[in-house]
């Protein structure tokens, strides 16, 4: 069995503001082979920039796009493809964009291998832990208090049991922040777990103040309150708040996920789409357990990243919680025939498989990026 192609779609909605809301496009990859058989997978980056990253010609040999670095490869040597992708692209990558990429090829190619074999990708990964995952609804903070707590009860009434609130206007004042995390409190009510999404909004002295402050309403955790590269930050607040800190959202490598443990942050959120695939991110999930720390996924993107954030969390033994975008996008809600409806609080691993995901061809037409 050989790689015949690899085919990097960008999607895109008519309108994309500057909200960092992540479901107003994405890139599709789909790998091809020499026995019919097809993987997709996703990748969350610029979307232009990692498909130039998987288009591109050769340069030399450690520059090259990802397409010719798999070209003619057995995808199911899934390891060495990994490793051929990262070593063809050392002179741009290592990291960032590249490894973004790299993500979503991986991603197809456990895809394949599931399809093959007739087996759910977590099977492949080791086998699961468990068949479920307790869903946290994750959006954005609302432009207002009161806002952010009408849609903190809707959520409730929904059947979550968590919810995370994040970005927006957070950080623009200290009477703001602790009025949006007050009223996201009193609309869960005291039996629905809150996590709190800084969004990269405060420096080292403010985080600590806050992390204290938001204390009192019994966050479950404080997530990426600090700069991606203020690993000193992280150390100093970890070692002094009350709340757990989470963090990873935008590391790709495990070089960056093991600072952060070292740092001593609570709960790592390696996204499935942006580390290398389920390759990376299950080694990143293990790294974490292995010193006793949650792993989460993050995932702002379609059904792909869904379906294959529920297959590398459920070969964790560390990871019973998924971050569930319920965003309103088109793509997001509509990408792949299958919705991962949430169930008295639980979303189903597919067990079909492969990813176990179907994309809705229409759908791929409409938002196609000529
Ligand atoms: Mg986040």
Redesign the pocket.
């Known amino acids: 069995m050989k790689i015949t192609d690899v085919e990097a779609i960008r999607l895109q909605l008519p309108t994309v503001d500057e909200r960092c809301d992540g479901t107003q496009d994405t890139l599709v990859v789909r790998v091809y082979t020499d026995e019919g058989v097809v993987g997709v997978g996703e990748v969350d980056s610029s979307p232009a920039v990692a498909k130039a990253i998987i288009d591109a010609p050769m340069s030399h040999g450690i520059a090259r796009g990802l397409r010719l670095c798999v070209l003619g490869e057995n995808p199911l040597d899934v390891a060495r493809c990994w490793d051929k992708m990262y070593q063809g692209s050392i002179f741009f990558g290592r990291g960032g964009a590249a490894q973004q990429a790299i993500s979503g090829v991986d991603m197809a190619l456990w895809d394949i291998a599931g399809k093959v074999t007739g087996q759910p990708v977590y099977r492949l990964l080791g086998g699961g832990f468990r068949s479920s995952l307790r869903a946290y609804a994750?959006i954005l903070f609302q432009d207002t208090p009161q806002q952010t707590h009408d849609l903190a009860r809707s959520l409730v009434e929904q059947g979550f049991s968590a919810a995370?609130f994040?970005?927006g206007p957070l950080g623009t004042s200290e009477a703001m922040d602790l009025a949006q995390v007050s009223m996201a409190r009193k609309g869960l009510g005291d039996h629905a777990d809150l996590m709190i999404?800084a969004?990269i909004c405060y420096d080292t002295v403010t985080a600590i103040k806050r992390a204290h402050q938001f204390a009192e309403y019994n966050p479950f955790w404080l997530?990426?309150p600090l700069h991606p590269d203020n690993i000193e930050g992280y150390a100093r607040l970890a070692s002094v708040s009350p709340v757990r800190i989470?963090a990873g959202?935008q590391d790709t490598t495990l070089a960056g996920f093991a600072a952060l443990l070292d740092a001593g942050v609570a709960v790592v959120?390696p996204d499935v789409a942006r580390v290398g695939g389920p390759t990376m991110a299950v080694q990143i999930g293990r790294m974490a357990a292995n010193r006793h720390r949650m792993c989460v996924n993050?995932s702002?993107k379609t059904g792909i990243s869904i379906a294959a954030s529920l297959h590398f969390l459920a070969a964790l033994p560390n990871s019973s919680l998924l971050?569930y975008c319920v965003e309103q996008g088109p793509l997001r809600q509509t990408l792949t025939r299958e919705t991962f409806p949430v169930v008295d609080g639980y979303v189903q691993v597919p067990q079909e498989p492969g990813l176990g995901v179907t994309l809705d061809e229409e759908v791929v037409a409409r938002y196609r990026v000529a």
């Open positions: 994750s995370k994040g970005w999404d969004g997530e990426e989470a959202e959120q993050h702002y971050e």
